[in-house]
């Protein structure tokens, strides 16, 4: 049984990066010889709906601890026990932390009016071989992130079936410039754990190693070792260009009353972390939609 509903005012789309364009896409809007290929009756023709995409993409340099403890230890067995009485009785502790500890902000050379580089420093140490898990032995770690890549992706409707998981291609480092800035923040990572101050913690380097040393050899190591920090953006790019999905109101051009209010609509990532930015887009457009509600009365 199918079931029409209508809005009285708009449709607010509220799907995210990946979400939204592949809405976007299987309602009719999008690039029409995509959508002409996936079976989908073009509404409107957009070819900016799910190009764009742009990522934060990481390489970890670790350390092996000695003298300290790290979060893999204090996550396991009785010292896990107490860092719960620590944060239940006291509110500090192991169990206060975030995920980075310490961040720099850094350009990756010389002329560069703002940073480029965000090296993110974590007391804990990661498996190669399971995502997400500490090793066992005491570690520290930083991820190095180029903020602004130039590299460009796509998330695309495999079919006009909604529950079809759309094609996600986003293409990382596939800008050599962002080859250069990751290799220049892994440089400035090992300059930083060569200092006094933390070479009373380190007994060693783990990743990528001290047998990796060559450019070449930190290219493969970032390729196959790399991971994301899920800041997928600009999916629904504002803008008035042809690329363009939303105008300056977060109003989808050519379809009267729908809106896209996420991280989407982003023209570019942002220089940092996105949790921020896409709240502040969220409160900017509740404000829009009261206004353009008031103005229509």
């Known amino acids: 049984k199918e079931t029409y509903i209508k809005a009285s005012r708009e449709v607010i789309l ?24 996936i079976g989908v009756d073009v ?20 350390h092996r601890v000695r003298n300290a403890k790290s979060i893999n230890r204090l996550s396991r067995g009785t010292n ?18 975030g995920v980075t500890s310490a ?30 898990k ?30 079809v998981r759309p094609k996600i291609r986003p293409n990382y480092l596939s800008h050599p410039d962002d080859v ?5 923040g892994i440089h400035q990572t090992r300059e930083i754990f060569s200092q006094s101050a933390l070479q009373s913690y380190s007994s060693s380097e783990t990743a990528p190693g001290v047998h ?20 997928p953006v600009s999916t629904c790019k504002m803008g008035e260009d042809t690329m363009a999905v939303v ?3 977060l109003c989808v051009h050519g379809i009267k009353g729908l809106r896209v209010v996420d991280a989407s609509i982003m023209p570019t990532v942002t220089t940092g972390n996105t949790n921020a930015p896409t709240i502040m887009i969220a409160e900017k457009a509740s404000d829009m939609i009261i206004e353009d509600a008031r103005s229509a009365l």
């Open 212 to 231: 990796i040393q060559t450019s070449e050899e930190l290219e493969s190591f970032a390729r196959e070792q790399g991971s994301i920090i899920y800041h």
């Open 103 to 132: 961040m720099v902000f850094s350009r990756s050379r010389d002329g560069l009016s703002s940073p480029d580089l965000q090296l993110l420093f974590t007391p804990a140490s990661y498996s190669e071989r399971t995502l997400g």
């Open 43 to 62: 509404v409107n023709h957009l070819p900016g709906v799910g190009a764009n995409l742009q990522d934060h993409y990481v390489a970890r340099v670790s």
């Open 180 to 184: 250069r800035v990751l290799l220049a």
């Open 134 to 163: 500490l090793e066992r032995e005491d570690g520290m770690t930083v991820a190095v992130c180029p903020v602004r890549p130039a590299s460009r992706g796509t998330i695309m409707a495999a079919s006009s079936d909604p529950f």
């Open 80 to 97: 896990l026990l107490k860092e719960i009485g620590a944060w239940v009785f006291s509110g500090k502790g192991a169990l206060t932390f």
């Open 14 to 37: 509220s799907g995210g990066a990946v979400n939204s364009p592949h809405l976007l896409q299987i309602s009719g809007v999008g690039p029409s010889d995509h959508l002409m290929d």
């Open 247 to 249: 105008d300056p109101r």
